[in-house]
């Protein structure tokens, strides 16, 4: 079955930086765009970036643009949301998810966020 | 950028009702709006996607409709298990976007 692992969440001090990562299993990784959606406490859902199937391709939250870096390592299964110049606004649980479907030649094609991991939570504080 | 608003922001209603929310987009989105379910503690879930298509293993209690900026998300016969927050989502164009969210809980 789809399974998306986040990790590399934790405390870390404003202007510092994280690395996230997202570990899939169960699909064909390599084959689907994916995003980053993230949850400030008590808050709704905000979208974050989102990377092509070949990771040629990238597109950004105006709120984190210039600060944060989405990648994808094909051969490991892996996504990671580098994340710098990190500020309170950026405390929240973070998820990766897929898209619906895999076959997208474009940046995005089927953004409904069909399998989600369970998230990981950044928490920005001195 | 498109902007998602979502009324009523909480909702209260009984076992056995059906119940409504709705979601207006600042421009036309065509069919390029989704529904998630995110129950306390958990990663939102996926119900309906493209308007009205609902995703593997949701019930048909859930259901979805509209077009271009005006759409409704309808839960019939309401249970226990349907406490959760409810948001829509676009993609017509980046950035996507999620409505605020709507809190339902039951009577």
């Known amino acids: 079955q789809v399974q998306l692992v986040e990790s590399g969440g934790g405390v870390v001090q404003p202007g510092r930086s994280l690395r996230l990562s997202c570990v899939a299993s169960?699909?064909?990784?390599?084959?689907?765009?994916m995003h980053w959606v993230r949850q400030a406490p008590g808050k709704g859902l905000e979208w974050v970036a989102v990377i092509s199937y070949d990771g040629s391709n990238k597109y950004y939250a105006d709120s984190v643009k210039g600060r944060f870096t989405i990648s994808r390592d094909n051969s490991k299964d892996t996504l990671f949301l580098q994340m710098n110049s990190l500020s309170a606004d950026d405390t929240a649980e973070y998820y990766c998810?897929?898209?619906?479907?895999?076959?997208?030649?474009?940046?995005?094609?089927?953004?409904?966020?069909?399998?989600w991991g369970q998230g990981t939570l950044v928490t920005v504080s001195s | 950028d498109i902007q998602m608003t979502q009324s009523p922001s909480s909702l209260s209603a009984s076992v056995g009702d059906s119940v409504t929310i709705t979601c207006q987009a600042s421009?036309?989105?065509?069919?390029?709006l989704n529904w998630y379910q995110q129950k306390p503690g958990k990663a939102p879930k996926l119900l309906i996607y493209?308007?009205?298509n609902l995703a593997t293993g949701v019930p048909s209690k859930f259901s979805g409709s509209g077009s271009g900026t005006d759409f409704t998300f309808t839960i019939r016969s309401l249970q226990p298990e349907d406490v959760a927050t409810y948001y829509c989502q676009h993609y017509d164009n980046l950035p996507y976007s999620f409505g605020q969210g709507t809190k339902l809980e039951i009577k």
């Open positions: 169960g699909f064909s990784f390599s084959d689907y765009v």
């Open positions: 493209d308007v009205s």
């Open positions: 998810a897929t898209e619906g479907e895999g076959g997208c030649s474009s940046i995005s094609c089927y953004a409904y966020f069909q399998h």
């Open positions: 421009q036309d989105i065509n069919f390029y």
